[in-house]
């Protein structure tokens, strides 16, 4: 198994940037295929962007193309997600999630592991 551990999230101006970070104690981090998923209060759980275990695919919803970014370093065993032009509606709780030799899917129940996640609140 894996565990991960989310962190970068704070309070931003709506037009700002943050890095969020998924660090993975696991062994085989690189077997692992990776997403970022959010949550706000009274939403369902939503996709965000997730990337193959190489990182030479990626896949993003919609409504953060062009404005969020999903990379991996296996050798720091780290996810991270970009979020440049941050709007009000990104804010939520952000979770990184893992799936053993999985396809970056957007569906969250393939995923097997799950972060303790980190606030994101972006102010207008």
């Known amino acids: 198994q894996v565990q991960l551990v989310e962190s970068g999230g704070g309070l931003v101006q709506a037009g700002g940037s943050l890095r969020l970070s998924c660090a993975a104690s696991g062994r085989t981090f690189s077997s692992y295929t990776l997403g970022w998923f959010r949550q706000a209060p009274g939403k369902e759980r939503g996709f965000v962007a997730a990337?193959?275990?190489?990182?030479?695919?990626?896949n993003y919803a919609d409504s953060v193309k062009g404005r969020f970014t999903i990379s991996r370093d296996n050798a720091k065993n780290t996810v991270y997600l970009q979020m440049n032009s941050l709007k009000p509606e990104d804010t939520a709780d952000y979770y990184c999630?893992?799936?053993?030799?999985?396809?970056?899917?957007?569906?969250?129940?393939?995923?097997?592991?799950w972060g303790q996640g980190t606030q994101v609140t972006v102010s207008s």
């Open positions: 999630a893992a799936r053993i030799f999985g396809i970056p899917t957007m569906n969250g129940y393939d995923y097997n592991y």
């Open positions: 990337i193959s275990l190489n990182g030479g695919i990626t």
